[in-house]
């Protein structure tokens, strides 16, 4: 395969800010479905929709356990990525926190259990 296609498909992948927020929430592991939509704030048709894009492109990989879909990211190198647009921009990204409010993913509510 042609590297400039490849390297310019990738680009188009990640060229959108909704994929780029989502793939920053799952930089730290595994995250389901209804954290990723918490933190963004963003319908939950529109997530699914970029949440298959990065899936197509073999970005990351979904897994149901019980009523939760999970998705991680399965080419870590695509961090380092993100950081070089992050150098060359010199535009820092946010800090996210560990828990997110009102989420309702086993995650976040084991960390509000024990902060309360
Ligand atoms: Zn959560």
Redesign the pocket.
């Known amino acids: 395969m042609d590297y400039y296609e490849e390297s310019a498909r990738l680009f188009k992948t990640l060229m959108h800010p909704a994929r780029l927020e989502i793939l920053e929430i799952l930089r730290d592991g595994e995250?389901c479905v209804?954290?990723i939509e918490?933190a963004l704030g963003y319908r939950q048709a529109y997530i699914s929709q970029q949440l298959s894009v990065l899936r197509e492109a073999g970005l990351i990989q979904d897994r149901r356990d019980g009523w939760n879909i999970y998705y991680r990211v399965v080419q870590s190198k695509v961090f380092d990525v993100l950081d070089a647009a992050q150098a060359v921009t010199g535009v820092k990204r946010a800090r996210r926190k560990a828990?997110?409010d009102h989420?309702p993913?086993p995650?976040?509510s084991a960390i509000e259990a024990v902060a309360v």
């Open positions: 995250h209804c954290h918490a828990a997110v989420c993913c995650q976040c």
